[in-house]
């Protein structure tokens, strides 16, 4: 269910995108035309253009950030049930002595 939702979530922000490129793209026609004809309300524009910018830059990281979690919280889930699978990754053997080589290696330094 979390899946559903969580898609519905993604495309209604592609939709979004794909609405503001389009806005974008009259905009920047309309920020051509007053740069030429009316320079006060080509600065309005410009401002309206940053105040927007950070609004959405801000909007997508916090969404980007939610996915990014989601996906870590899944990958974290997947991976612990693929541990789980296999007998032998859920318990590795502990070596409780050193090697001999290592104990070779001790002795030759000495």
């Known amino acids: 269910m979390d899946q559903k939702i969580s898609n519905k979530r993604f495309f209604f922000y592609r939709k979004l995108d794909f609405a503001m490129n389009v806005v974008t793209f009259f905009y920047l026609i309309a920020l051509f035309y007053s740069l030429i004809y009316w320079f006060t309300f080509f600065v309005w524009l410009v401002r309206a253009a940053l105040l927007l910018a950070l609004v959405m830059g801000i909007i997508e990281t916090i969404q980007g950030n939610r996915f990014a979690r989601q996906y870590r919280e899944r990958d974290t889930y997947y991976h612990q049930l693929n541990q789980h699978d296999s007998p032998l990754k859920v318990n590795?053997?502990?070596?409780?002595?050193?090697?001999?080589?290592?104990?070779?290696?001790?002795?030759?330094?000495?």
């Open 92 to 110: 590795p053997p502990q070596r409780t002595s050193p090697s001999s080589s290592s104990v070779k290696r001790k002795q030759g330094a000495v």
